[in-house]
């Protein structure tokens, strides 16, 4: 018994680290529903990280805003000359748009914006580490969020809840290594998969769309949208832009960058929205 | 009371960890504050309080962001518990030795990390992570170190913190 307990030190430790890994395994497979422990904890943080948030982004915000006005005067007489362009692109838009809409009806698609918002929502944390992008939003399943709903902003899509809790939610963003949106090119109407780029240094913010066709004939600014396969995200969701077009020799697929519409740096308000009406 | 502090401490640095850290990311790394104060209280107070620290720390991380609960906290448990086997075998300075061992148990922390992403088949390719990741967080981790080891070397000044010191003298 002495020696027993004279090792019982090393054998606590040892127990702790296989209970740990027991742990990990048991809960790595989607658990949906934050337990009872993550509520409370979650509940009891939630005011405080919305304050620090808030001051942390007036800091940055001061900061961005000091760099961003030494450019404004150059920026002011190129802007003038898009805006010309662009009031004649609004115009040819708008004759798009009403004939897009006349066709829809005829092809009896409804127009889902606006059932499909289900709240409006606050970014109040990030994932701490560097290996993983979830962040955390302040509405949970009191306020009608569910797992697998996706989240954007008008930036484009930000990403889906992973677990909800009563009154806040993880989501996990487009970015993150883990995560894997169906992605259409908006031009040629070729599929692919977006991955995220495992939050990588240097690529960090950056979604990589694998498994594009191998005769596609994509090009650095196409825009990618969700294609709405695999019923998590509606269709037609904004992504980004294609930034860069890999092809490796011995594969069958071409693979693209793909810099997301929104900006996970400066992320604040988000909006939650559901595909089963 | 020494328990509260702690778990106090604690709740404050994973509010801030995740709150104002992701504004002052540089190269797309944050510091790992946890990691310093894991190792710090390890090194001032020895093992169980190191590795229970370290358990409890990465627990509340696991809970609220993790992808699983239990990854985190192996990582800072183990560092914890490698460092508090130190304390008492080595002489820690104010500066160099915590630096030091906040290094080296960053490495530990992200070889577990590796281990991880190898089994859940991430494919993160591990010579990238260690350049984009681990040695930048590793350098950013090390310039909190001095500040924050002073500020737990100076909590352990009050008298509440040695209570088991003086329990163990008056039997």
Redesign the interface.
């Known amino acids: 018994m002495p020696r027993l307990f004279k090792n019982a ?1 090393i054998i606590i ?1 040892i127990l ?2 296989i209970a ?6 048991y ?2 497979a989607g658990k949906e529903k934050a337990s009872m ?2 509520d409370i ?2 509940q009891a ?1 939630l005011p ?2 919305k304050g ?2 808030s ?3 007036y ?2 915000n001061v900061f961005s805003d000091i760099g961003e006005r030494r450019n404004m005067i150059r920026d002011y007489d190129d802007l003038q000359a898009r805006l010309v362009d662009l009031e004649m692109e609004l115009i040819r838009l708008e004759e798009l748009e009403k004939q897009n809409e006349r066709l829809k009806k005829l092809a009896l698609f409804v127009d889902e914006n606006k059932e499909m918002i289900v709240t409006g929502a606050t970014v ?9 992008n ?1 962040i ?1 939003i302040d509405k949970g399943s009191k306020h009608g969020v569910g797992v697998n709903m996706a989240v954007v902003t008008d930036q484009g899509l930000v990403g889906r809840v992973i677990e909800v809790a009563e009154g806040w939610s ?1 989501v996990r963003t487009i970015v993150d ?2 995560s894997a949106v169906s992605g259409i090119v908006q031009r040629n109407r070729d599929n692919g998969l977006l991955k995220g780029n ?8 950056l979604c990589r769309m694998i498994y594009l066709p191998e005769d596609s004939n994509v090009t650095p600014g196409d825009k990618v949208l969700t294609s709405g396969l695999g019923e998590i995200f509606p269709k037609g969701i904004y992504i980004g832009e294609i930034i860069e077009v890999t092809k490796d020799k011995r594969e069958l697929y071409m693979t693209a960058i793909v810099r997301p519409g929104v900006d996970f ?1 400066r992320l604040e308000e988000v909006l939650v929205v559901t595909n089963d009406l | 009371m020494r328990e509260i502090v702690v778990l106090a401490i604690l ?1 404050l640095n ?10 002052i ?1 540089i ?4 510091p ?1 504050s ?1 990691l310093v104060l894991v190792v710090s209280f390890a090194l001032l107070a020895g ?2 309080t190191g ?1 229970l620290v370290g ?1 409890i720390g990465g627990l ?2 696991d ?12 990582q800072y ?2 560092v914890g ?1 490698l460092v508090g086997i130190l304390h008492g075998k080595l002489y820690v300075d104010k500066f160099f030795m915590p630096l030091l061992v906040v290094m080296v148990a960053n490495m530990i922390k992200e070889v577990i ?1 590796l281990a991880y ?1 190898f089994f ?1 088949q ?3 390719p591990p010579g ?2 260690f ?3 681990i040695v ?2 590793t350098i950013y981790t090390m310039f909190l170190t001095p500040l924050t080891f002073y500020g737990i070397t100076r909590l352990y000044h009050n008298k509440f913190m040695r209570k088991k010191y003086r329990f163990r003298k008056d039997l």
């Open positions: 030190p430790v702790a680290v740990l890994i027991v742990l990990m395994v809960t790595e422990v993550e904890l979650g943080l405080l990280q620090f948030y001051v942390s982004q800091v940055y109040i944390a990030k994932n701490p580490g560097n290996w993983f979830n955390t993880k290594g883990k495992n939050s990588l240094g240097s690529e960090d913010g740096q | 709740l994973l509010t801030v960890q995740s709150t104002i850290f992701p504004f990311e190269v797309n790394v944050k790992d946890l093992n169980p590795a358990l509340m991380q809970i609220l962001f993790g992808n699983n609960i239990g990854l985190h906290a192996l448990m183990i518990c990390m992403n859940i991430s494919g993160i990238k992570a350049s984009q990741i930048p967080e």
